[in-house]
């Protein structure tokens, strides 16, 4: 089965830039880095050269002992079999965090050697340049690759019902018979959730049972990194916060409580083991905010802060939440106050904005799920996991502030209502288009 992943597009136009550099592909383990990269080279260029720095930690030596392109191109060619032609060849460094001196040679390959498509991939990168890794600044590009997104999931799963919304270039209802089968499939989604092989497990094969195990694998893995990558004493409090971020995200207010990981626990004990889960890449920290203005970054208040997973088919099978709950109205949806569903909308807005989010909350009066920074504007962002769309956090929000524009996810239809966007859950890939559609209108 074959998923047309978003990034191909953007690897093309790295691909044709005339200002093109070594590129590295950033993304947590299992989220389609190498097969992206893998797929593109296939696709747009005559060859692929692939080394994996993790499988065949001898190709090391090459980088070490000399920083001269041509000679490590012909030592590459020799190991691959086939020579590395400039144009003709997507040369693939995969897992670079495991060679310094290959990280290094990148600024080497943007000077001396411009002509060759070189792409990287590093799952723990970000984890690795945080302890001092030589790094080649300004000399190489940077993409982001994320777990799947639920139009991704359905471009595969029912092309014409995404081929639809892709072509909707206006803001109005959808048809009952459409928005029905659209919360079914999203339904579906957050079996998988957008780990590429869970995905492939429900799409290809209509597995639950495979779809679990997967997603447990995967889990079982990131454990595995844990006492791989990290320090020792590190490893058990690593193991605690993992484990707790379900009951952290199960209460009404979601900040993020050191006490909940452990009776007694303290932030200093545990901050070292979260930044490395944030690095890494397998959760997301979005900091309170204390002033609704620009930039978003300028406000952050560090001590306050909700954590999500990076995948909200992980936190499904990390909570225990049995598949059984797609029959069952939109309890998927809301189960433990709604929180898959405000992480599903988490990586949605991540994938689409530069700026992180951050929330907001005004005492104990109100709290705004969200805040996103769109050009030059500040949008609050509800997220509700049903039909009821009753809360007075947004309307406290827009008497104090005035925004204008307001977003609000939930299962009811696509409605613009003054300054307020409704955005059906399963059309959080468009938020972006959709804030273009209304600021035109306006």
């Known amino acids: 089965m074959k998923i047309e992943r978003n990034i191909h597009r953007k690897l093309i136009e790295w691909k044709n830039s005339p200002y093109r550099k070594p590129l590295i592909l950033q993304g947590a383990r299992q989220v389609g880095k190498t097969w992206s990269l893998k797929s593109f080279g296939n696709e747009e260029f005559e060859n692929v050269a ?12 090459f980088f070490s002992s000399s920083k001269d392109i041509k000679r490590i191109i012909q030592n590459l060619g020799l190991v691959n079999g086939k020579a590395i032609v400039p144009g003709k060849t997507l040369l693939i460094l995969d897992e670079i965090q495991e060679c310094n001196d290959a990280l290094s040679s990148l600024k080497y390959f943007c000077e001396n050697g411009p002509e060759y498509a070189v792409a990287s991939a590093g799952s723990l990168l970000g984890v690795t340049l945080s302890r001092g890794a030589s790094f080649p600044v300004g000399k190489v590009d940077f993409l982001n690759v994320y777990p799947l997104s639920f139009s991704e999931f359905l471009a595969v799963d029912n092309p014409p019902l995404a081929s639809y919304l892709n072509q909707m270039d206006e803001i109005t209802p959808i048809p009952d018979i459409f928005f029905n089968q659209l919360v079914e499939k999203f339904k579906m989604f957050f079996i998988s959730g957008g780990m590429p092989e869970a995905a492939v497990a429900l799409l290809e094969k209509q597995d639950v049972e495979l779809t679990q195990q997967v997603l447990r694998n995967i889990l079982n893995a990131y454990t595995i990194d844990f006492s791989k990558h990290i320090e020792n004493k590190d490893i058990p409090k690593l193991g605690f916060i993992w484990s707790s971020i379900p009951s952290q995200l199960a209460r009404e207010n979601k900040k993020f409580l050191y006490q909940s990981i452990k009776t007694g626990a303290r932030a200093r004990e545990y901050e070292d083991a979260l930044l490395w889960l944030s690095q890494s890449g397998l959760v997301t920290k979005v900091f309170r905010n204390i ?7 300028a406000y952050d208040d560090v001590t306050a802060f909700k954590i999500y997973l990076l995948d909200v088919g992980l936190l499904r099978r990390l909570s225990l939440l049995d598949p059984i709950a797609i029959k069952e109205g939109s309890r998927l949806f809301t189960e433990f ?24 909350t005004s005492g104990n009066k109100a709290e705004i799920d969200f805040l996103i920074q769109h050009e030059n504007t500040i949008i609050p962002v509800e997220v509700k996991s049903d039909t009821s769309v009753t809360g007075k956090s947004l309307t406290l929000y827009n008497n104090e502030f005035k925004p204008e524009v307001r977003i609000r996810y939930s299962l009811r239809n696509l409605k613009q209502d003054d300054g307020l966007l409704n955005i059906p859950l399963f059309m959080a890939d468009f938020t972006q288009k959709l804030i273009g559609f209304m600021k035109k209108k306006n």
């Open 50 to 61: 692939y080394f994996n720095f993790d499988e065949q930690p001898e190709l090391k030596q």
């Open 291 to 297: 002033k609704p203005a620009l930039p978003l970054s």
């Open 337 to 360: 106050k709604g929180a898959l569903s405000e992480n599903y909308i988490l990586q949605s807005l991540v994938s689409q904005f530069e700026t992180p989010p951050r929330y907001w």
